[in-house]
């Protein structure tokens, strides 16, 4: 993989996840930044999330973005090889969500 990119869909800013779900997904992300988070900082339109490697598996990572993708479709996602995380939108209502998933 060298770059995974998803651009949104709608900018209607809904999850289409249930409540269960929803508590599933944002536990994920919450795993993500306890075991490989580096850094997170703001970059035009949303969040960078600057990951260490060597304690996830690229397959999760990328399966997780993907999934993201499909649930929050105003989302625009990138997982590049580096391995970052971009996470914009062009709808200003995301910034919250944004600046949650990435620890901001």
Do not use: N, Y
């Not at 249930?18 to 988070?37: C, F, K």
């Not at 993708?69 to 709808?91: Q, Y």
């Amino acid at each position: 993989m060298t770059e995974m990119v998803f651009s949104h869909r709608h900018l209607d800013v809904v999850c289409e996840l249930s409540g269960s779900e929803l508590r599933e997904r944002g536990d994920e992300w919450l795993s993500l930044r306890d075991t490989a988070l580096a850094a997170s900082e703001r970059i035009p339109g949303g969040a960078r999330m600057r990951l260490r490697m060597g304690r996830l598996q690229q397959d999760e990572l990328e399966a997780l973005v993907r999934r993201e993708s499909e649930c929050c479709g105003f989302l625009d996602l990138k997982l590049t090889i580096e391995p970052d995380i971009e996470i914009t939108s062009p709808v200003a209502e995301a910034a919250s969500l944004i600046e949650a998933i990435a620890g901001l």
